[in-house]
């Protein structure tokens, strides 16, 4: 049984809307800027790629996370047919952090704000839209990958029709500040797999799919479709990625999507620009593509959104579905010198050239911390 | 024989003051000041075990190391003190749930950071800032790689997270997933929820959800056969999904946290379950539970049905999370092992409800 992606909304630090962030990232621009809620002289690091939207700098207010979610839930249900009216639809919600910076200003400052109701999104999403089968799960970077996974089930055990899922966070100053703490040398971009890559930075994101079964007869002008999402978990190290639970990750993707390594086309990568992340990653995907890892074009969207954590994976496949649709791939920011292990890796590094063309599966990754593995399968529309 | 699709509950696991086994639960308040000494977690994973660890991961490693041991899914090892699991670790899956757990992680850490700077950061508490970081180390200590979630989901979170385990076995993801609901007190908790400390959970419940084939391939004994479970605005009409008029009445309503009947001031209608229906509020005794309630309300409802349900209604236990203030009530029946029942399909009895209301 197949599945169509029939929406999509987005809203990071490039742009807001889905034909925005997608022609932003093509023409590579990024979002990183100066420190903007905190106060820069607390770190060592002074950047991040945060969407601009505070009332005047260093001056942070509750919510933004929550009002980015239901912008990008907005516009894919609009672009689905669904409406306003989400009674009826299951929403399913991955993120990293919830609204953890919102409960910190009101710890701190004494800020409004009521943790009871709102510390998760289910409140939100039912003043909004009326859902009430709303689920918000906390999954680390993959949580938007594995709540595209869990409703991916809903739509194959017959559960349901249509599921939406979506993917948000904002960067917290305690996530910050701890990863601020624990880089050798703060970073002052995301430079994923180069040799002088010193880190991540965060960044803010929020991304959402409708997702339908597919009957037969049905209207066209999907996005695309899914084929298939795996999700697992290291049991290793509660911050350490391990490169076996990669490949038994990128491994079941492939599996339950019916392809193999020859016939993916396009791959987003995780990327963070962590040494550990993309030193793992890439052994990953060398073992598992062998010969073919030269097939595939590359890239990792996070050098120019920052990492938008549990955002990141979905606005990941939203591109990947808009690169198979249009032919034109995000460079991968700042890449000069691949490290050792991604060296044989087809990496798009400029700003594309349109027409791609004959791109038909996408592999999308996404990982998180406690060993959270979750890899996508997409293809193109009308195929 | 069970039918294929099935879910059981296969062991359960508890963390608590004062209550060591699902009947336990049953009990009413503890007289005043006369509460239990808190658990002690030390006793059960040992110092060790605790080592850069907030308090709700540690109650959560207690829990479920009790409920895989009742569940027999781990088993001493020969020549060792130590225990490991007896079926692989990619066919178990976790799914915890808690909305507290690292909010003083989080808001001390901020505040730390305004009176000093991010160097006067400890980095043993960055996993602890990640919100899934409980249910990453349950998955660390016994080796469980199947998928690994983690709810957030408020006043339902607890029996929302033993849905998504009975969707992980019914999808064919996993064989069984360890469900895991915990909450601590704390002052940060307290202050932003503005409720006295004393009033809030410290604890933890555990339960295994198991594929009821895969439950009897292993030989392992089912406590409870999981029934229909609703998400729906309101407590009335999650209710109203989960029992269709003119059918059986439930013999025991574990209640939302601090349940009132309706008084003649306040009912518009009348109580959702009908009022010689026993009810049961397991926050009477042990706090207020918050994403550990749903757990924690299983739990309970798997000693009501070792014990009580001789003679009362159909045997079988209602379960409802969250109220009318809340964004949604969530609701589950339960059943004992033994009670004759259909294939519970994903779509559960719901499509015939609705099917019913529209002719």
């Given amino acids: 049984m197949s599945q169509l992606v029939t929406g999509a909304g987005a809203v990071v630090s490039v742009g807001e809307g889905v034909d925005e962030v997608f022609s932003a990232l093509c023409a590579g621009t990024s979002g990183l800027g100066e420190l903007r809620g905190f106060a820069p002289d607390r770190y060592r690091g002074r950047h991040a790629y945060e969407i601009d939207d505070r009332p005047g700098p260093g001056a942070d207010v ?14 894919a249900a609009r672009q689905a047919g669904l409406g306003e ?34 510390l ?58 701890l990863l601020d703490r624990v880089n050798a040398e703060p970073p002052d971009r995301v430079r994923p797999f180069d040799r002088e890559r010193r880190g991540v930075l965060m960044g803010d994101g929020a991304a959402a799919v409708v997702l339908r079964r597919e009957e037969s007869g049905a209207r066209s002008g999907a996005l695309g479709r899914l084929r298939a999402v795996s999700m697992n978990c290291d049991a290793r190290h509660v911050t350490a990625p391990d490169a076996q639970g990669i490949v038994r990750a990128v491994y079941e993707a492939q599996q339950r999507a019916g392809v193999t390594p020859g016939d993916i086309d396009l791959v987003l990568l995780h990327g963070t620009g962590t040494q550990l992340n993309d030193s793992a990653e890439a052994t990953a995907i060398a073992e598992v593509f062998g010969p073919e890892v030269t097939t595939p074009l590359m890239t990792a969207i996070k050098s120019m959104t920052g990492h938008t954590s549990g955002s990141s994976g979905l606005v990941s496949l ?33 700003p594309s050239p349109a027409d791609v063309a004959g791109l038909r599966f996408a592999q999308i990754d996404a990982f998180g911390f406690g060993g959270v593995n979750a890899v996508a399968i997409v293809e193109r529309a009308g195929t | 024989m069970s039918a294929s699709g099935t879910a059981v509950v296969s062991g359960v696991g508890l963390a608590l003051p004062g209550a060591d086994t ?4 049953l009990r009413g308040a503890h007289a005043p000041g006369r509460a239990p000494e808190p658990f002690d977690t030390g006793a059960r994973i040992g110092r060790r075990g605790h080592r850069y660890k907030d308090r709700a991961t540690q109650l959560a490693l207690c829990a479920a190391l009790d409920a895989l041991r009742d569940a027999a899914l781990v088993a001493p090892t020969d020549g060792t003190d130590g225990e490991s699991l007896t079926v692989p670790g990619d066919t178990i899956g976790v799914v915890a749930s808690s909305n507290l757990g690292n909010l003083d992680t989080a808001c001390l850490t901020a505040a730390a950071i305004t009176e000093g700077s991010a160097r006067s950061l400890s980095p043993m508490s960055l996993p602890n800032a990640s919100s899934n970081v409980i249910a990453s180390w349950v998955a660390i200590r016994h080796g469980l790689r199947g998928p690994n979630l983690m709810l957030c989901n408020g006043p339902t979170s607890g029996l929302d997270a033993v849905h998504w385990a009975a969707t992980l076995v019914a999808a064919g993801r996993v064989r069984r997933a360890l469900v895991v609901g915990v909450e601590t007190r704390n002052a940060v908790v307290a202050d932003l929820l503005a409720r006295p400390a004393d009033d809030l959970l410290d604890g933890a419940a555990a339960l295994v ?151």
Avoid: N
């Fill in chain 1, 62 to 75: 509750p919510g933004r996370a929550t009002a980015w979610l239901l912008r990008a839930v907005g516009e």
């Fill in chain 1, 85 to 118: 009216d989400l009674s009826g639809v299951p929403v399913l919600v991955g993120t990293g952090l919830r609204e953890l910076r919102s409960a910190e200003l009101a710890w701190r400052d004494g800020t409004a704000f009521d943790t009871r109701a709102r």
């Fill in chain 1, 120 to 177: 998760h999104f289910g409140t939100a999403l039912r003043e909004r839209f009326g859902a009430v089968r709303t689920h918000t799960f906390a999954g680390a970077c993959s949580a938007s990958l594995y709540a595209l996974a869990l409703g991916s089930d809903l739509l194959a055990t017959g559960a349901e029709d249509t599921v939406i899922v979506a993917g948000v966070d904002t960067v917290t100053e305690s996530m910050y500040g």
């Fill in chain 1, 318 to 350: 939203i591109v990947a579905l808009k690169s198979l649709a249009s032919g034109r791939i995000p460079p991968t920011l700042g890449l000069i010198d691949p490290l050792p292990e991604a060296a044989a890796f087809r990496f798009v590094r400029e």
């Fill in chain 2, 22 to 25: 699902p009947d336990a639960l």
């Fill in chain 2, 209 to 359: 959800i198991e594929g009821a084939r895969w439950a009897d391939e292993r030989g392992a004994r089912a406590a409870a056969v999981l029934g229909p479970y609703e998400r729906r605005a309101g407590l009335a009409g999650c209710v109203r999904a989960l029992l269709p008029e003119g059918g059986e009445r439930p013999g025991v309503w574990f209640t939302p946290e601090r349940y009132e009947e309706p008084t003649a001031d306040t009912a518009d209608t009348a109580a959702p379950v009908p009022p010689h229906v026993p009810r049961h509020d397991v926050t009477a005794a042990f706090g207020r539970a918050s994403g550990a309630l749903g757990v924690l309300q299983c739990a309970a409802a798997v000693g009501w049905l070792g014990t009580a349900r001789a003679g009362t209604g159909t045997g079988e236990a209602l379960i409802t999370s969250g109220d009318d203030t809340a964004d949604a009530v969530a609701g589950l029946l339960l059943r004992g092992p033994d009670a004759p029942l259909p294939e519970v399909s994903a779509r559960s009895a719901m499509s015939e409800i609705s099917a019913m209301e529209c002719t």
